[in-house]
């Protein structure tokens, strides 16, 4: 059963990825979920719990006898459209982050790292794929900047990682790939903001969501070596030499 469940869920992630990278646009008609299920190697019920899903987060719409349309995203609860990608979300943290870390170096408080060095503690503790004690960590950082537009601009950030399924299950993914090397990331944040190193500290920061944008790729590129892979299956499968000459 939890197989099953977190199969549906990965075809939830990957719909929510087509729409995010503007394949299926607001307004426009799902494929069918028999081309679906083709398309993501599934069966048709998994697609059919997906959808699903995607109606009970708001994303789709489904019109008995018409199909499923993708629906307008509010804005509100993260401050930015669905359609914003992994890949944009990443890249706005490394610029944004990195000089946080900077000018954190500057203002951080005693206490304040205290705060820091516990949350990494307890990221060593947490599953892989928690992010409880991550976001913690960032967000105290961001605090000790003593600027309020930046620990917005951060907060604004996470909460997109957290609430968009599509971006939160890529950090996800990359969190689970290798637990200690993300504990050894904020721990080099930390020595770095300890010793009160500005430079060291951005190159930390920098370091570590070097590394997620790295997994994005290997991501993308998985996915499209799949979909390539099952379009020659499906190919080889219309055009074989069996089904045009069958034995009589």
Same mark, same amino acid.
């Given at each position: 059963?939890?197989?099953?469940?977190?199969?549906?869920?990965?075809?939830?992630?990957?719909?929510?990825?087509?729409?995010?990278?503007?394949?299926?646009?607001?307004?426009?008609?799902?494929?069918?979920?028999?081309?679906?299920?083709?398309?993501?190697?599934?069966?048709?019920?998994?697609?059919?719990?997906?959808?699903?899903?995607?109606?009970?987060?708001?994303?789709?719409?489904?019109?008995?006898?018409?199909?499923?349309?993708?629906?307008?995203?509010?804005?509100?609860?993260?401050?930015?459209?669905?359609?914003?990608?992994?890949?944009?979300?990443?890249?706005?943290?490394?610029?944004?982050?990195?000089?946080?870390?900077?000018?954190?170096?500057?203002?951080?408080?005693?206490?304040?790292?205290?705060?820091?060095?516990?949350?990494?503690?307890?990221?060593?503790?947490?599953?892989?794929?928690?992010?409880?004690?991550?976001?913690?960590?960032?967000?105290?950082?961001?605090?000790?900047?003593?600027?309020?537009?930046?620990?917005?601009?951060?907060?604004?950030?996470?909460?997109?990682?957290?609430?968009?399924?599509?971006?939160?299950?890529?950090?996800?993914?990359?969190?689970?790939?290798?637990?200690?090397?993300?504990?050894?990331?904020?721990?080099?944040?930390?020595? +770095? &903001?300890?010793?009160?190193?500005?430079?060291? #500290?951005? %190159?930390?920061? /920098?370091?570590?969501? *070097?590394? @997620?944008?790295? +997994? &994005?790729?290997?991501?993308?590129?998985?996915? #499209?070596? %799949?979909?390539? /892979?099952?379009?020659? *299956?499906? @190919?080889?499968?219309?055009?074989?030499?069996?089904?045009?000459?069958?034995?009589?």
């Amino acid at each position: 059963m939890k197989s099953e469940k977190r199969l549906y869920m990965k075809a939830v992630g990957s719909i929510q990825e087509l729409i995010a990278s503007g394949e299926y646009r607001p307004g426009s008609r799902l494929p069918p979920e028999r081309e679906l299920a083709e398309q993501f190697g599934m069966s048709r019920p998994t697609i059919r719990e997906a959808i699903i899903a995607l109606e009970a987060k708001g994303l789709v719409s489904v019109k008995t006898g018409s199909g499923v349309y993708i629906l307008e995203q509010d804005e509100r609860s993260t401050g930015f459209g669905y359609t914003v990608s992994a890949f944009e979300l990443v890249e706005a943290r490394v610029i944004i982050e990195g000089e946080a870390a900077a000018m954190a170096a500057e203002m951080i408080t005693a206490e304040e790292l205290a705060q820091m060095k516990a949350a990494v503690e307890q990221m060593a503790q947490e599953p892989g794929s928690s992010s409880v004690a991550d976001q913690k960590f960032h967000l105290i950082l961001s605090g000790a900047t003593k600027n309020r537009v930046f620990s917005s601009m951060i907060k604004q950030l996470w909460d997109a990682q957290e609430n968009l399924e599509h971006i939160h299950q890529a950090h996800q993914s990359v969190c689970m790939n290798d637990h200690q090397r993300r504990i050894d990331e904020h721990q080099a944040i930390y020595d +770095a &903001l300890a010793r009160r190193d500005g430079n060291a #500290a951005r %190159r930390a920061m /920098r370091k570590h969501f *070097s590394r @997620m944008l790295t +997994a &994005l790729h290997e991501t993308s590129e998985e996915r #499209a070596v %799949r979909e390539v /892979r099952q379009q020659a *299956s499906e @190919m080889r499968e219309r055009f074989s030499f069996d089904r045009l000459v069958p034995e009589v």
